[in-house]
């Protein structure tokens, strides 16, 4: 093993953190000026603590920045606080995956496919830490492939292996992509092709089915309509694929989905999948430009190509808003959790919702970041409790605060849809409101758990000036002078929130 390949590791110092104590469900991070951060990782360890990843660039403006390295940090589920940090310093910026649980013994595993310019090559790099320590305590750096590649661990499969894709190019538009199964030890068991000179190089591998063990993966099929077909492709444990072509329209009017890097595709047991999608209406179907976007989880038949059934959720049906699928989770008791946002909603806004796989929705919750500009939010991963139990949903995301990406937030939501009394950093809603600033007519949406009794508005001095006991769906504020105003929603279960809200 090459001494020279090893990463140079070092403890961040706690003035660098500039850890939040926040709350009982949700921290805030801001790192350095002129940084940014992209979290790319999450995971839960055997002891109940999370770990996650950050990119960090210096930013150099516009979109520009030289990597600096990795930050891994520990959270504590329990009181929400930053507990231990490490600074891997990586100039080339080769992608480490989300960390993972070793299913081989006790301890963690983070994984660096990379490419070594001085011997030309592609190299497999293989960390393992404690629970304790997150300091890596033992390292295995295999070769892959001579030339560049791209690539990276896209899973650890149900034997333990570790799934590694990646891509060479064949001329300037094409590529050839390919599998490989290492062992934790560094072993190569398999090598296959996946495709070669396919120009869109279908997404990661995951798991369809565990016995007999299948993958699956997803791509894009240009139609000749104005959307593209969705193409899923099963593999067996050999890597050897099977391409199912599933037609993105999704009713007999003008309404089909959208294949994009924001797409997701769940099994959901037997040959059923969920896809998570963007959502198009066709209000004319001559103009683009008055589509209607939402987003939409439309459940299919893999064995027949049949759609099952669909839900779409356009909130803030504005012409041409577009909108995006955040992540999409099925629970071990077939519970569904589902982010999506909209470009109606505030650049802070996002939302959940837990349905069942049938697509009825038990609850919609409403979540805004406390002044960070979302830009990324990671895919939804279980979030379980002492015992090992599973109570919630967890995320991580980052975005940025006076035009710097040098932010990010994670934030656990349990069963209930509910975060405790303690709400700082991240506002959760069982209800949305807008537009806000708003001219005449205050629009709400009430999560279908909960029932509204009564919204009231109070002026600057705490005077009640507006009360609405009936027809919550839209408020006349055309009456009321220019100004902020506090909303207060008042729930049939006696709950109250406040927020808010200015008239212009």
Not at 33 to 54: A, E, H, K, W
Not at 154 to 164: A, F, N, T, W, Y
Not at 413 to 439: C, M, Q, W
Request: a negative charge; proline letters at 4%.
């Amino acid at each position: 093993m090459k001494k020279n390949l090893l990463l140079l590791i070092f403890a961040i110092t706690a003035s660098f953190l500039q850890a939040q104590n926040n709350d009982m469900y949700s921290i805030i991070h801001h790192g350095q000026q002129g940084q940014f951060y992209d979290n790319r990782g999450l995971m839960q360890q055997r002891d109940g603590d999370f770990i996650t990843n950050s990119y960090v660039f210096d930013d150099l403006g516009n979109g520009n920045g030289i990597p600096l390295g990795h930050i891994l940090y520990k959270i504590s589920p329990n009181t929400f606080t930053i507990t231990d940090s490490l600074f891997i310093i990586d100039t080339v910026m080769a992608s480490f995956c989300s960390p993972e649980q070793n299913p081989n013994g006790e301890g963690n595993i983070l994984t660096n496919f990379k490419y070594h310019e001085d011997c030309d090559s592609c190299f497999l790099h293989i960390y393992h830490f404690t629970d304790n320590n997150i300091t890596p305590i033992e390292d295995v750096v295999v070769p892959v492939c001579e030339g560049y590649a791209a690539g990276q661990v896209s899973l650890v499969d149900q034997r333990g292996d570790l799934i590694v894709q990646y891509s060479k190019e064949t001329d300037p538009v094409h590529f050839s992509a390919y599998a490989a199964r290492f062992g934790m030890d560094g072993t190569l068991k398999h090598q296959a092709i996946l495709c070669e000179n396919e120009t869109d190089i279908a997404g990661q591998l995951h798991i369809l089915t565990e016995s007999p063990l299948k993958y699956y993966q997803w791509g894009s099929m240009v139609s000749n309509e104005r959307y593209d077909n969705l193409v899923v492709y099963t593999l067996d444990s050999l890597f050897q694929r099977n391409p199912i072509i599933i037609n993105s329209k999704i009713s007999a009017a003008h309404e089909y989905f959208r294949v994009t890097y924001d797409t997701e595709v769940i099994p959901v047991g037997g040959n059923d999948i969920l896809v998570a999608a963007e959502y198009v209406f066709e209000v004319n179907p001559s103009n683009p430009q008055e589509d209607e976007l939402g987003v939409v989880v439309v459940k299919y038949d893999l064995r027949t190509m049949q759609m099952k059934g669909y839900i779409t959720f356009n909130d803030y049906p504005t012409i041409y808003k577009p909108a995006k699928c955040l992540g999409i989770k099925m629970m071990t008791d077939r519970t569904v959790y589902f982010l999506y946002t909209e470009e109606g909603y505030p650049e802070e806004s996002f939302v959940a919702v837990k349905m069942d796989t049938d697509l009825n929705v038990e609850w919609k919750r409403f979540c805004k970041t406390d002044n960070i500009i979302l830009h990324l939010l990671q895919h939804p991963v279980v979030c379980k409790d002492e015992q090992g139990e599973e109570k919630g949903i967890a995320w991580t995301g980052n975005g940025r605060i006076d035009n710097q990406f040098n932010s990010f937030f994670f934030f656990c939501l349990n069963h209930d849809g509910t975060v405790g009394t303690n709400e700082s950093g991240i506002i959760v809603r069982p209800y949305a409101f807008y537009p806000n600033p708003v001219k005449d007519q205050l629009l709400m949406q009430f999560s279908p758990d909960v029932q509204p009794k009564q919204i009231e508005f109070y002026d600057l001095q705490g005077r009640l000036v507006r009360t609405q006991s009936k027809a919550f769906e839209s408020i006349d504020m055309s009456q009321l002078p220019a100004g902020t105003y506090t909303l207060r929603v008042t729930l049939e279960e006696g709950k109250t929130y406040s927020d808010k809200v200015v008239k212009e």
